[in-house]
């Protein structure tokens, strides 16, 4: 059990589940290094791996210019969803806005190489679009509806992603995680995640990382901390306390 509880008024209902670690750094990744395996592996040409990624990055670059994304992979090569080892399934590599950005070009994508005539492809057609609703039920524009919609293709998505597990065998391929669960029970709280995600406080611990990285010991808490406050003081002048009239 975590330390926090022993806190004098912390409870479990204080928490709630994050909407960029769940989904853009979690689900989301895990769907999209699948989707985008399987294309590349069946439906980009090319002799090699590498020449059909360089096809599926050529969809992905005219999709990016296309609907003006700024959040864009550096490059897309096999080592950027590929298999770690044997036991883990396909995870597309990158950061929560960038695979935030690219929900809406696997469900593009697979509208267009997918067929409704395989069941496989089918159920992969599926959950993208369901993926792709998710996100779109965020927008204020569906605030109407948002939970209903959020809620049902949550289910619909889950549903789908463990038809495809069942139709593997129960193996590696398309074997759900535990940010699964976690992804349904912030979908289906009507909690509407967009309003309390931590894109900002993530970023704002990248900048204090960065500020007190420093040579040496760094690995000292006390230390690094320390470098932090110095750094922080030396580029930002004292306050001044002026009494009032």
């Known amino acids: 059990m975590s330390p926090l509880f022993s806190v004098f008024g912390i409870f479990n ?10 989904a853009d750094q979690g689900i ?5 290094g699948h989707l985008f395996d399987y294309l590349v592996e069946y439906k980009m ?11 599926m990055s050529d969809h992905m670059e005219t999709y990016y210019d296309a609907y003006g994304v700024e959040d864009r992979l550096k490059k897309f090569v096999p080592n950027t969803y590929a298999k770690e080892s044997k036991k883990s399934p396909p995870r597309l590599k990158g950061n929560a806005a960038t695979t935030r950005a690219l ?11 997918l067929s ?24 204020a524009r569906n605030e109407a509806f948002s939970h209903a ?3 049902n293709s949550a289910k619909q998505f889950a549903i789908q992603f463990g038809a495809l597990w069942a139709a593997h065998g129960h193996d590696v391929l398309w074997r759900p995680k535990p ?6 029970e912030l979908c289906s709280a009507a909690t509407e995640p967009q309003k309390f995600w931590n894109y900002r406080d993530e970023d704002f611990g990248g900048t204090i990382s960065r500020a007190c990285r420093m ?28 009494e009032a009239e």
């Open 45 to 55: 040409p090319g002799a090699t791996e590498e020449i059909r990624c360089k096809a």
């Open 179 to 184: 940010k699964m669960h976690l992804f349904l």
């Open 103 to 113: 929900v809406p070009f696997g469900s593009l994508m697979a509208q267009q190489f």
């Open 215 to 242: 040579k040496g010991s760094w690995k000292r808490i006390g230390a690094f901390c320390k470098h932090g406050l110095d750094m922080f003081q030396m580029k930002n002048d004292a306050p001044r306390i002026v």
């Open 28 to 32: 989301s990744q895990d769907f999209l």
């Open 149 to 151: 919609a959020l809620h």
């Open 116 to 139: 409704d005539a395989d069941p496989i492809e089918m159920a992969m057609k599926t959950a993208a679009h369901h993926l792709c609703n998710c996100y779109n039920s965020l927008h």
């Open 13 to 22: 209902y204080l928490f709630k589940c994050d909407w960029m670690h769940v």
